[in-house]
């Protein structure tokens, strides 16, 4: 029997982020239309709109569906802004920002993701993404400034450079703190310095780049 994974998607959305406060009509609107299911492995897709990351290969995972929800709608974002995405991943956090009507320059440091990311987002037909191999931690100079910026693996610090390419009035959110655990953190850059809101705790992958986890 074929899976019914627009009724899964649903059910995900009502039974794991809306039960949970998430209440922006855009962020729930992209979690129903984006096929998490095609972001995974074809032997995990009858498992992707569970309540848990899966992995991705190379040590990486698609986030738990509710913490991508969480971190999208923490971004606040609006029509036509530019988006840069620190960690494409398996490329499903990227589609959601898309779903926004927003410019998404998104950065990989493993080539190999980097890829099955860009064709899986390029076969979906969303055109308002740019996905590029690098380290993330370093931002992507040649289309700053950012109007919000995400990063998809847990820091222990912030990375500076990419203060740098963040607009005044723009917002950063990461996850920050040990290995082990984090806080899903946003800060706004404001004239007089930054401010910061915190979230929920959390728990990703480490940030690896020149601005990552040592290792």
Not at 114 to 137: E, K, M, S, W
């Amino acid at each position: 029997m074929a899976v019914d994974y627009t009724t899964l998607r649903h059910q995900m959305v009502e039974e794991q982020i809306a039960s949970r406060g998430i209440n922006d009509p855009l962020v729930l609107t992209a979690m129903k239309r984006v096929p998490r299911h095609l972001f995974v492995d074809e032997s995990l897709q009858d498992r992707a709109y569970e309540d848990h990351p899966l992995p991705i290969g190379e040590g990486q995972t698609i986030s738990q569906p509710y913490m991508i929800a969480l971190m999208a709608e923490a971004l606040k974002l609006a029509e036509g802004e530019r988006v840069l995405e620190v960690g494409t991943g398996s490329g499903y956090l990227t589609a959601i920002l898309a779903e926004h009507d927003v410019q998404v320059c998104t950065v990989e440091l493993s080539t190999h993701l980097a890829v099955r990311a860009r064709t899986t987002l390029y076969a979906l037909g969303y055109q308002n993404v740019n996905v590029h191999v690098g380290d993330g931690t370093l931002g992507q100079p040649s289309e700053a400034p950012f109007d919000a910026i995400v990063i998809g693996a847990a820091a222990s610090s912030l990375p500076r450079p990419l203060l740098s390419q963040l607009r005044v009035g723009g917002r950063l959110v990461l996850p920050i703190g040990e290995e082990d655990l984090q806080t899903l953190v946003r800060i706004w850059k404001e004239p007089t310095g930054l401010r910061e809101e915190y979230f929920s705790e959390c728990r990703f992958v480490k940030l690896r780049g020149e601005y990552g986890f040592e290792t």
